[in-house]
């Protein structure tokens, strides 16, 4: 009788324990730019996995990367925003987030792929832009 199902190797194990280690290592070593940079790169890695799920009818995996992406907009993207610093920027940035969020909200009771589909859309040039912004500060300095 085999009882691997129950159990994960050593491997996985090792396998997981190493990406943690790589992650938090990768966090602790960013600045804070390459942080929000991260931030983007998860939420889109989390909103192509929804539609993933989606399309092959797994509703569960679609709630939980979906719950994970308006995480990373609220806690993260949101949450450090400075409007005071930021100004006009931050504030529209603040309007995009909201936007996302109660968009994703929707597709997600909905089960609306597109509407997922349409926060990327909307999201990918922010993230695109936001990568932009760091080499020109370095050009600058």
Known sequence: MQTTSMFTS?????AAAY??????TSVEGASPHQLISMLFDALLAHLHAARRALAQGDIENKGKEIGKAVRIIEEGLKANLDVERGGEVAINLRGVYNYSIAHLT?????NDDAMIAEVIALLTPVSGAWKQIA????AAA
């Open 10 to 14: 050593v491997n996985s194990r090792s």
């Open 19 to 24: 990406k943690r280690v790589s992650v938090q």
């Open 106 to 110: 929707k597709a997600n009771v909905k």
């Open 135 to 138: 080499p020109q500060q370095k």
